[in-house]
C-alpha cells in the first residue's frame, strides 16, 4: 500500500475509535485509549519518515489542518460533554414524528389505480408493513434515506454550481 492510502485508513481508524472510546468508561475505555496512543505514534512517525524522504513538509489539506489541530486542542477528559437524557427523550420523539410524516407523504403519493407491481405501490405497502412489524426498524430506514437523499441532493448542487460556473466563463469569454 501506498503510505498515503495507509495514512487515510489510519486516520479513519484513529477516528472510529475516538467515537467508540467517548461512550465508553472503566478498562473497555482505558484499552481503547492506550491503542489511540499508540495509533497516533505510528501516524506521527509516518509522517514524520514521508517529511525526511521528501525533504520537506507534506502538503496537507486546510480540512486536515484544522481536523489536527482540533484533535490537539481536544479536552482529554471528554466527560466534561456529558450526554444529557433529555436530549436522548427530544431525539426520539423527533424520529418518531419525523417517520409519521414521511409515512403519510407516502401513502398521500401512493397512486389508487395502480397495478399489483408498481413500484410506488410495492415501496407504500413495503413500508406500511414495515410499520406495523418493525416501528423502528422504520424510523431507522427512514433515517437512512433521509442521509442518502440529502447525498443526492448535495452532489446536484455541485454538479449545477460546476455547470452554472462554466457557462458564466464561457459567457465571459469574447468571440473569435
Request: charged share 20%.
Given at each position: 500500500m501506498r503510505p498515503d492510502t495507509t495514512s487515510a485508513i489510519r486516520a479513519q481508524l484513529i477516528a472510529a475509535l475516538e467515537q467508540r472510546a467517548a461512550n465508553l468508561d472503566g478498562a473497555a475505555r482505558c484499552v481503547l485509549d492506550a491503542r489511540l496512543t499508540e495509533l497516533r505514534a505510528l501516524d506521527a512517525d509516518a509522517r514524520d519518515e514521508q517529511r525526511d524522504a521528501n525533504g520537506a513538509s507534506p502538503v496537507q489539506s486546510p480540512l486536515r489542518e484544522l481536523t489536527d489541530q482540533l484533535t490537539r486542542e481536544?479536552?482529554?477528559?471528554?466527560?466534561?460533554?456529558?450526554?444529557?437524557?433529555?436530549?436522548?427523550?427530544?431525539?426520539?420523539?423527533?424520529?418518531t414524528l419525523r417517520a409519521d410524516s414521511q409515512?403519510?407523504?407516502?401513502?398521500a403519493h401512493t397512486p389508487t389505480d395502480a397495478g399489483p407491481l408498481n413500484s410506488a405501490a410495492l415501496a407504500s405497502r413495503a413500508i406500511a408493513l414495515m410499520r406495523d412489524t418493525s416501528p423502528g426498524y422504520l424510523r431507522a430506514f427512514l433515517a437512512y434515506v433521509d442521509d442518502l437523499a440529502w447525498l443526492e441532493q448535495l452532489g446536484t448542487a455541485g454538479t449545477a454550481t460546476q455547470v452554472t460556473a462554466a457557462k458564466k466563463r464561457a459567457a465571459r469569454k469574447p468571440p473569435r
Open positions: 481536544a479536552p482529554a477528559d471528554r466527560a466534561a460533554y456529558p450526554d444529557i437524557p433529555a436530549l436522548a427523550d427530544f431525539r426520539q420523539l423527533w424520529s409515512l403519510q407523504q407516502t401513502v
